[in-house]
Structure formats: structure tokens, C-alpha cells
């Protein structure tokens, strides 16, 4: 049975050299693909409510750090517990098969041929300067360039990286990922 994850990605407020929670880091903008719809959204922080449902439907949030990055922030705002999502986190993936954490531009680039349009700081000064068109299309690219690594890993059943000896494959098993419910608890925000 064909299942429904949302990939996202958000960018913040603040940086750890600012506060050292999470929970503290402020959301400026979160973006999402929706499987189900097959669309894309990007959101900020006031339009956080809208968001919930699309987490609350998804079989698998996926994303790339978003276990002890994304989620975390995501907490202060989200009225349950980020804990009962079922989620798949690629840069967690990689960490278990290699035993290091790579970036998502260097897989990315190893991957799929294609880079980052810049990095997280530069997010925090899009909003510092209230670019925000920037800061959506930044965090839009992030969640698209996840999306595509997926895919490929679901298509193929490899990623790939760089080392000093040239390019390294990690064999991946995602296509339960589009075919698997994930956990079924997810406490609702939103009466049905």
C-alpha cells in the first residue's frame, strides 16, 4: 500500500553560539514536499499551525538532521510531542552505516550532481535583513535537494559521498519509506 511522507526542512532565528537549546532557536521559516498532494509549501512562524496537519497525516516525516535538529526546535511550537512522529532522518542513516556525519551538500554533490544554494547561516541573515523571499526559496531548495536524495535512494538503493580515495556508496533500503505506515500514535492537534 503506496504511503504519504512529508519531507521538510526550517530555518532559524539564532544559532547554538546564541543559545544552547534548541527549543530556543526560533523558527523563521519551515518548508515541506507533500506526497500526498504532490506540492510543495513553505511557511513562517506565524503560519506554524498549518504545518501540524501535514505532520499529523504523514506515514514518515523525512528529512536531514531533523531528529536532533529540526524536531527539536520544532517542539517549542508544536502543541504534542515531535517524538511520536514517525521519521526517517537520512544524516542519522548515514552516521549508523559509516559511523560520521556527512553534510548535506557533500552527499548531495556525490549524489545527484547538484549543490546547496547556500548554508544555514546565510538563512539567519536573510531574515536578520528581512529578505524573506531569499529566506523561503533557501529553505525550499534544502527541502527539495532532501527530497531528490530520497528519491534517488529509493530508486537506486544508494547514495554516494567523497573521500580522499574518490567516490564511496552507502547501500539504503527507503523504499519502505513509500510503502510502510510508520507508527500509527500520533496525538492530533486538530479535532476529527
Known amino acids: 500500500m503506496k504511503k504519504f511522507p512529508v519531507v521538510f526542512d526550517l530555518e532559524t532565528k539564532h544559532t547554538f553560539r546564541e543559545f544552547d537549546e534548541a527549543k530556543k532557536l526560533g523558527i523563521t521559516v519551515i518548508s515541506l514536499y507533500d506526497y500526498a498532494s504532490e506540492k510543495s509549501h513553505v511557511f513562517t512562524e506565524k503560519e506554524l ?3 501540524f496537519p501535514f505532520f499529523e497525516k504523514a506515514s514518515y516525516l523525512i528529512g536531514y ?8 526546535v520544532l517542539q517549542a511550537y508544536y502543541p504534542g510531542d515531535v517524538t511520536h512522529f514517525a521519521t526517517m532522518d ?5 552516521k549508523e552505516k559509516i559511523g560520521r556525519r556527512l ?14 544554494s547556500g548554508h544555514g547561516l546565510m538563512a539567519i541573515d536573510f531574515y536578520k535583513e528581512g529578505k ?3 529566506l523561503k526559496k533557501y529553505c525550499l531548495d534544502d527541502t527539495m ?4 536524495l530520497f528519491e534517488y535512494g529509493v530508486k537506486f538503493r544508494e547514495i554516494n559521498y567523497l573521500t580522499e580515495n574518490g567516490k564511496a556508496t552507502i547501500r539504503v533500503e527507503w523504499g519502505k519509506y513509500m510503502e510502510d505506515q510508520g507508527k500509527a500514535e500520533t496525538a492530533m492537534t486538530l479535532p476529527f
Open 90 to 94: 537520512i544524516l542519522d542513516y548515514i
Open 145 to 148: 535537494i532532501t527530497k531528490q
Open 103 to 116: 553534510a548535506l551538500n557533500d552527499v548531495a554533490s556525490a549524489t545527484l550532481g547538484i549543490k546547496k
Open 49 to 51: 499551525p498549518a504545518v
Open 65 to 72: 538532521n531533523i531528529i536532533s535538529f529540526d524536531l527539536q
Open 132 to 134: 524573506w523571499d531569499e
